[in-house]
């Protein structure tokens, strides 16, 4: 099994993905051990001073002024995690609590967050024995990090609460750890504090986010090159040198993509052959590019913005390396929240030009010969029309979703807490938006390989049989009398889903970008 070694500085994107959805193994490294180690002395010399130390020896937020003495502050650490684990709703997926465990490992690994070794020793074996605490939806505000959310976890470390057990089965959190040899967790000063007050939940969502959409916009620049080919349309407006003047990098890989897929078709580029000309294609077609370029390039950026996230420390307080254990903001959501909406703004629209495409391949008015709604006796059969009334509103959802979660802002913890980034919010819409879209650009597939086929005597591009062929193969079937559609469409999904279309193509144009 492949083992995520977490030191002091950070961690990868691929790291998360591995440990969320791959179950990889988590190990300490020793400098990790070591800094936890030096951080905890600090944190044991401030409890032993009578000066008060915030999250130290006082209360959380608005209750930070009052002074707790050493014989309540296991009690106050314990109390921080119950209190705060007031999570309601549908539980979260298995993968994104792993990649917030994780994450919230990465950053206690750091040492500036003065929790001792072997706690972070527990989080680690927690991980490694399949153990996922119960998250609930709703409770997250995204400032002074995911509260709710990494409250559930820290539960389970205690022993208390419930978690899904290696086998899929939720039962009582104590009973799972003792299971497997784990021992839960006593906590001492700060360490409650330290477990719940990070950005881990929308980050770790926005990890994996980031890696499903790059798939996505590599299929919907496949699809987006099947439905030119399939309406006759030019491939001329992939020049690369028409790309150079506005260089904008997502651009110019979508126009390459497409361009790549289209090699050698011969349904492409006849305008001439019609009894009225096409100028020029719709926009739906000729500016793909520049619609799912600039997606790409929202991609970019926010991957920055997670490299800097992943290499960051997040807690509040946190103890510096001369010593000194100081207060801080770092915890606040808002440069994930805005890349969370950014992305689902970007995504909202690649679904909209793909349903637009779609449309066109059904009206025969504006499809260029194909028969209406590419039925097969039109009329009698209705063909893909109401594939596009599905595909219509998962589009108007998706618009829905892209109302950004990071405009507002509660005030909570009486007026202490008073704006907050709603990043939770953010990315838990963001997934929906990417579950949708990958729908939207299956219903476009379903389309495209069906009007292709329907195009007799011409022969369509390498790429473009690679991918029918590949999506036929895995239940999406061909033109032919109406039939109950459901089923079909959900075979695209999952051969889009899980980067069929991309891996049927690729063999033929060489890796896209």
């Given at each position: 099994m492949h083992t995520v070694v977490v030191g002091t500085s950070g961690t990868t994107a691929e790291d998360v993905i591995a440990v969320a959805r791959g179950n990889a193994r988590v190990e300490l490294s020793g400098e990790a051990l070591e800094a936890l180690a030096r951080a905890r002395a600090i944190v044991d010399a401030l409890a032993a001073k009578p000066e008060p130390v915030y999250g130290v020896s006082t209360g959380f937020g608005a209750l930070a002024s009052r002074h707790i003495s050493p014989e309540l502050r296991g009690r106050l650490q314990r109390n921080i995690v119950r209190s705060h684990a007031a999570g309601m709703g549908p539980r979260v997926e298995r993968e994104v609590v792993r990649a917030l465990m994780f994450l919230r490992l990465k950053t206690v690994a750091s040492g500036h967050t003065g929790v001792r070794p072997s706690v972070a020793q527990t989080m680690a074996d927690v991980l490694n024995a399949g153990i996922t605490p119960v998250v609930h939806e709703y409770g997250?505000?995204?400032?002074?990090?995911?509260?709710?959310?990494?409250?559930?976890?820290?539960?389970?470390?205690?022993?208390?609460?419930?978690?899904?057990?290696?086998?899929?089965?939720?039962?009582?959190?104590?009973?799972?750890?003792a299971e497997a040899g784990i021992e839960a967790v006593e906590l001492r000063e700060k360490e409650g504090l330290a477990l719940l007050n990070g950005t881990d939940g929308m980050l770790g969502m926005l990890i994996m986010a980031l890696a499903d959409l790059g798939t996505l916009y590599t299929s919907a620049d496949i699809t987006a090159a099947l439905t030119l080919e399939a309406l006759l349309g030019t491939e001329k407006v992939l020049q690369p040198e028409l790309h150079a003047i506005r260089p904008h990098p997502g651009q110019?890989?979508?126009?390459?993509?497409?361009?790549?897929v289209l090699k050698g078709s011969g349904l492409?580029?006849?305008?001439?052959?019609?009894?009225?000309?096409?100028?020029?294609?719709?926009?739906?077609?000729?500016?793909?590019p520049q619609v799912a370029g600039a997606g790409r390039d929202t991609m970019a950026h926010a991957a920055m913005v997670a490299s800097r996230e992943l290499a960051a420390a997040v807690d509040n307080p946190v103890v510096l390396p001369d010593g000194r254990v100081e207060s801080n903001g770092n915890f606040h959501g808002a440069p994930v929240a805005y890349v969370l909406d950014f992305l689902a703004i970007a995504a909202a629209d690649l679904g909209s030009i793909a349903e637009r495409r779609t449309d066109r391949l059904l009206d025969k008015n504006r499809s260029h010969g194909l028969p209406p709604f590419l039925a097969d006796d039109a009329g009698v059969d209705s063909g893909l029309m109401i594939a596009q009334y599905t595909q219509a509103a998962l589009v108007s959802e998706m618009k829905r979703l892209a109302v950004p979660a990071s405009a507002d802002s509660i005030p909570s913890s009486a007026m202490q807490e008073d704006h907050v980034s709603m990043g939770w919010s953010a990315a838990r819409k963001l997934r929906t938006a990417i579950d949708n879209l990958t729908r939207i650009i299956a219903i476009e597939l379903y389309a495209a390989t069906r009007a292709i086929e329907l195009r007799h005597g011409l022969t369509p591009a390498p790429a473009s049989r690679a991918a029918i062929g590949a999506a036929r193969a895995a239940g999406v079937q061909g033109p032919g009398p109406d039939r109950f559609l459901a089923p079909d469409l959900a075979a695209a999904d999952a051969f889009v889903r899980a980067g069929g279309?991309?891996?049927?193509?690729?063999p033929v144009t060489g890796p896209l970008a």
């Open positions: 997250s505000l995204g400032c002074s990090g995911d509260l709710a959310p990494l409250s559930h976890c820290a539960l389970a470390l205690m022993g208390e609460g419930d978690a899904e057990g290696p086998d899929g089965t939720v039962r009582p959190a104590g009973e799972l750890l110019g890989a979508s126009a390459a993509n497409m361009a790549a492409t580029g006849h305008f001439q052959e019609e009894s009225a000309p096409r100028v020029q294609d719709a926009y739906s077609v000729r500016c793909a279309l991309v891996a049927a193509v690729e």
